[in-house]
Nanobody, 129 residues
């Protein structure tokens, strides 16, 4: 069973930075697509950025392109989301998710997750103006 634990959230002023971490355990060789999603109160869940840990292909939502960077450290089973130039609109609970390799980062972030997908408990990010 895959378990994911997010960390790194917090309160930051607009223009600031945070780095989120997603530490995983129980991965199989098929669990290679990792994504960061967020959900703000009253809004639908949004795929922010996803990565294929096997070939490094990444995807970013237009709303975060150029400001956020996703990366993976396969030796540590950890995926990071570096968030720079944060805006109040980035305020949300951020969730990490792991899914099967055959779903590309683009489709995974677009919501084509799987019944096999695993989710973390989420970490709150609050950006003040």
């Amino acid at each position: 069973e895959v378990q994911l634990v997010e960390s790194g959230g917090g309160l930051v002023q607009a223009g600031g930075s945070l780095r989120l971490s997603c530490a995983g355990s129980g991965f199989t060789s098929d669990d290679g697509t990792i994504g960061w999603f967020r959900q703000a109160p009253g809004k639908e869940r949004e795929g922010v950025s996803c990565i294929s840990t096997s070939d490094g292909v990444t995807y970013y939502a237009d709303s975060v392109k150029g400001r956020f960077t996703i990366s993976s450290d396969n030796a540590k089973n950890t995926v990071y989301l570096q968030m720079d130039s944060l805006k109040p609109d980035d305020t949300a609970v951020y969730y990490c998710s792991a899914g099967p390799n055959f779903i590309t980062p683009y489709f995974y972030c677009s919501g084509y997750t799987s019944q096999r997908s695993s989710w973390g408990q989420g970490t709150q990010v609050t950006v003040s103006s």
